[in-house]
């Protein structure tokens, strides 16, 4: 597995104006901050969907170079997400991510979203991503 | 909350050629089993397509009726499936069903599937269903 | 291309309980028929939603045979669907399918579903499939 | 049906930092341009993930707006995109939406997002959106 640090750093690289970044990476699993700020958020006073579907994206992109190293360039292939309940405007998005299948071909990973520090779910998704012949 | 009996009668009612059969009804939440036989399966030794759709379909169906009650009639409105690994030709398909959001005019929900005794997902759903005004 | 006498073969063996028979095959896309019967039917005189999946997905598999031929065997990896309308209990439904992406790993297509003869589609589907590497 | 400018002076209030701008409005259709600058680019020399998805959401809001006014405000529900190809870093991003549903409390669209000047799709999206009862 490869640390959280390597993986930061290279997210760095990839995403220079994410405001994303890597709490915790496990077996399989990742998860991620957005950090909400003005650009993020909507009239009315919510998190936007782009938002939530970046943070998504990147979270599940950390999960795979976790549990597949950083060679490998995964490229998104579909992102299916539910929109739940209305994200508080002054919390940050946070990505709870696991993969549910890691073939040698085809990644597929699974996003719970939340407004830090509530456990109602915001919105979830799922991603799947191809990993080029190496 | 309604119990399994009323959710298993129900449904025989509802798909009368369903082999599909209630294990476990919770909170927001439901088992189902299909019991797979030849019409379940494919050529090569794998159970096909519509039998997981279906199996995810009636336990979302399940867990609803669970959480809303009989009386108000459920319409599924979008159905997103990806398909991990081959199941067993000679196992049931289990389906763990859980609902992400229940609210006044959609209901959304995340299926789990698996033959039984593996835990290796064969599959993920994720279903979403417009409950009329009543 | 494939012609569609060997597909309609190919399609009888790797299915031989679907009630789905090809109608047109094109460039990057095939025109399939749900022969509706009773088993298709739901309660209330419907057509069912595993129907709806299943002609979507031969459609999708049918329109990949006659693009790369019969020889590699495509996978499906996801099926996106969204119910839009009851479809007519006594009407066949309809399969219109358009290749939208041949990679070499990755096909992903589109299928309008319709009742025969009316043109309000019933249901929209997305399916992706995974080519074997030959 | 509402016209073009108040579409597009709804949509700057609403979303204010949004690169995006409607082309065209048609019966339950219309066509919106992202216009592609630094912010929208990834390392690589491609239009980011986020870029075509806030295209797709902002192209199917704009059709909504057309085809029921500005009066009711629409709340996306689910999007699901599939990427085919590279855009070029360099044209912008066009959305076309079609409407596949208008129902009272629902309506579904697809959108084809294109690289401007380019007939081969780069990605194709679906979004669910509820209406909220008036």
């Given at each position: 597995m490869t640390n959280i640090d390597e993986i930061s750093a290279f997210l760095a690289r990839e995403f220079?104006?994410?405001?994303c970044s890597v709490d915790a990476i496990g077996p399989q699993s990742a998860t991620v901050r957005y950090r909400v700020d003005e650009r993020a958020l909507r009239p009315g006073g919510t998190v936007s969907g782009p938002t939530l579907m970046t943070t998504a994206d990147v979270g599940l992109y950390a999960a795979i170079l976790g549990e597949i190293g950083i060679v490998a360039l995964a490229v998104t292939t579909s992102l299916n997400i539910n929109f739940l309940r209305k994200p508080s405007a002054d919390k940050d998005i946070i990505g709870e991510c696991k993969l549910i299948k890691v073939g040698r071909q085809l990644v597929i990973g699974e996003v719970s979203l939340y407004?830090?520090?509530?456990?109602?779910?915001v919105a979830h998704a799922v991603g799947t991503y191809a990993i080029p012949k190496s």
């Open positions: 220079p104006q994410s405001p407004s830090e520090g509530d456990d109602r779910m």
